[in-house]
């Protein structure tokens, strides 16, 4: 038989955000205004 040489699949490790990366992110979707303009696409952060 031929000799498999595949590795084992390493799992990466549960990476969960901090409470304060949530809540920028949240915020800023929350400030971020999309317009549809004739030339294209308009982005603007309410800050």
Request: proline letters at 4%.
């Amino acid at each position: 038989m031929a000799k498999l040489y595949s590795k084992k699949k390493l799992e990466a490790p549960k990476m969960l955000p901090k409470k304060e990366t949530i809540d920028f992110i949240l915020s800023y979707s929350k400030a971020l205004k999309i317009l549809k303009t004739s030339n294209g696409m308009f982005e603007s952060v309410a800050n």
